[in-house]
């Protein structure tokens, strides 16, 4: 398989980057610039978040998804609010806590500014029932980082290279962070390569060189979706939501069950099962919907030159 025709319509695009790895490796690499970089994932970050979220419960660390917030933050941080204590960990992961958290994540400039990011997530009143209504919400993302940071006594990062970066052999990765907490919806910088191993590892199902670093059935789990979310949005750059996943069934897409990790502007980790495929592609920011020119080039450049094979 091969970009070479279609290299002036990605620029065009504003692609910046393209891996596909098929089978059992690298089918198409493609890189404006000539070379894999260190880039940022934007909210890719939090498909990361969901994979260090599933290790933890399976270390023990974590009771489990069912697990209500007032297990990990003091009700005094944040001026003895109500509402949100009973809010669970399962329902930060499917961006269902019920903060009133306006669309498109409208708070999130507020949050970083914030001298305390966490105290500012709890501040937002509630605005639904938990589990009711999906809001997306880097505000719920960093209370996830928070609370693995919390019971590992590690940031998201350090967590990360410990039990997922250093076993996928990742070769540099940046996060940032506030209060010693890895920012939870965004921030994470890796290698395009480094990112595709860390989706090559969800289409092995958790397994890596015959190692099992994700429970299988916390990728099944996780990948599932939960809330049809963003499915009817147009264009279609989105889908609906499981654990910090993003799932495009196939009468979506018009192909395949498949789910992704999706970033701000046109960044995607797109896993395909059924072709044994995992897709990045990253872009240049411009316009929100702009990313329907990442999703084109997905399902209608590359997955036809898959099928042709």
């Known amino acids: 398989m091969s970009l070479q025709g279609i290299t002036d319509q990605l620029r065009d ?75 669970t960990v399962k329902q930060l992961l499917t961006m269902t806590p019920g ?29 639904h029932t938990p589990g009711s209504a999906f809001t997306y919400n880097s505000g719920g993302s960093h209370l996830l980082s928070a609370i693995l940071t919390e019971v590992s006594g590690m940031s998201a990062l350090r967590y990360a290279k410990r039990h997922l970066f250093e076993p996928l052999g990742f070769r540099a990765a940046k996060w940032t962070e506030r209060n010693g907490v890895s920012e939870g919806g965004t921030g994470l910088s890796l290698l395009g390569h480094d990112l595709v191993k860390f989706g090559t590892l969800y289409l092995n199902q958790g397994l890596w060189n015959g190692e099992q670093l994700l429970p ?51 960044q995607y980790l797109m896993i395909i099962p059924a072709l044994e495929a995992v897709i990045m592609v990253r872009k240049q920011i411009t316009k929100r919907n702009d990313a329907i020119q990442s999703r084109d080039l997905i399902f209608n450049w590359i997955v036809p030159m898959i099928l042709q094979k």
């Open 13 to 87: 695009r504003r692609i910046s980057s393209v891996i596909v790895h098929q089978g059992s490796s690298v089918a198409v690499e493609w890189h404006d610039r000539g070379e894999d970089a260190v880039m940022p994932l934007y909210s890719c970050t939090k498909s990361v978040l969901s994979a260090l979220i599933g290790i933890a419960i399976a270390r023990g660390e974590l009771p489990g998804t069912d697990e209500p917030l007032r297990t990990f933050f003091d009700k005094a941080i944040v001026g003895g609010k109500e509402g949100w204590q009973d809010v």
């Open 99 to 127: 903060f009133d958290w306006p669309d498109f994540d409208k708070p999130y400039k507020a949050l970083r500014r914030a001298n305390d990011p966490v105290a500012f997530a709890l501040e937002q009143p509630m605005a």
């Open 216 to 266: 299988k059935a916390w990728v099944v789990e996780s990948t599932a979706m939960r809330h049809r979310a963003l499915l009817l949005y147009d264009p279609p750059i989105y889908g609906g939501y499981g654990y910090h996943w993003w799932c495009s069934p196939a009468e979506q897409n018009g192909l395949s069950d498949c789910y992704f990790a999706f970033g701000h502007g046109g």
